[in-house]
């Protein structure tokens, strides 16, 4: 069954990067896009930006352009999502999720799920 | 991209049924039937319930059904069971080629 399993927690203070992974199976990893997704304390969902496995296009969201960076490592079946220039607001759960669609050209639908990096900022 | 907009909260006693709103613009949910709904229980991940506005993953009971009308998606839950009492989020495919999600609603069975 397709599985994504997350790195562990992390505690960062302001100004620090963070880079969470997130290996999968069972599937084709290479068919699939990976999207990032945060959820901060009591709050709602966020959607961060989008990886294709494939090409490596990758589709960032407006809010984080200028500080985030995804990657894949196809070699290993790992998705990676790096932040940089943390602050206290950052404070939240990672999520990792794949694209519903294989070879798709942007994501729309995220049917499997990691089980979240719980990521720390503060000094 | 502004986050679609769901009411914060229902309620329902087991048996009834539930709808939740999802409410975006023609940039979003107007504009493509890649409207999905996402369950959460406390302090585990989203797992996919709806698709495509209307379409269940295998696995998904039939009392979860989607609907859309021009800028506004749905999600109802019929025969409420304890279960069910979770956070759900709408998201959509927008024309910037990215995703948004709803804020939110918290259901809860009473």
């Known amino acids: 069954q397709v599985q994504l399993v997350q790195s562990g927690a992390e505690v960062k203070k302001p100004g620090a990067s963070v880079k969470v992974s997130c290996k999968s199976s069972?599937?084709?990893?290479?068919?699939?896009?990976i999207s990032w997704v945060r959820q901060a304390p009591g709050q709602g969902l966020e959607w961060m930006g989008w990886?294709?496995?494939?090409?490596?296009?990758?589709n960032y969201a407006e809010n984080f352009q200028d500080r985030v960076t995804m990657t894949t490592d196809t070699s290993t079946s790992t998705a990676y999502m790096e932040l940089r220039s943390l602050r206290s607001d950052d404070t939240a759960v990672y999520y990792c999720?794949?694209?519903?669609?294989?070879?798709?050209?942007?994501?729309?639908?995220?049917?499997?799920w990691g089980q979240g990096t719980r990521v720390t900022v503060s000094s | 991209q502004s986050a679609l907009t769901q009411p914060p909260s229902v309620s329902g006693s087991p048996g009834q049924s539930v709808t939740i709103s999802c409410t975006g613009t023609?940039?979003?949910?107007?504009?493509?039937?890649?409207v999905s709904w996402y369950q959460q229980p406390p302090g585990t991940a989203p797992k996919l319930i709806i698709y495509?506005?209307?379409d269940r993953p295998s696995g998904v009971p039939d009392r979860f059904s989607g609907s859309k009308s021009g800028n506004t998606a749905s999600l109802t839950i019929s025969a409420l069971q304890a279960e069910d009492e979770a956070d759900y989020y709408c998201?959509?495919?927008?024309?910037?080629?990215?995703?948004?999600f709803g804020g939110g609603t918290k259901l809860t069975v009473l």
């Open positions: 495509e506005v209307t």
């Open positions: 999720a794949r694209d519903r669609y294989r070879y798709a050209r942007a994501t729309s639908c995220l049917d499997n």
């Open positions: 990886i294709s496995a494939y090409n490596g296009d990758t």
């Open positions: 023609s940039n979003d949910v107007g504009s493509y039937n890649r």
């Open positions: 069972g599937y084709t990893f290479n068919s699939y896009g």
């Open positions: 998201s959509s495919y927008t024309t910037s080629n990215t995703l948004v």
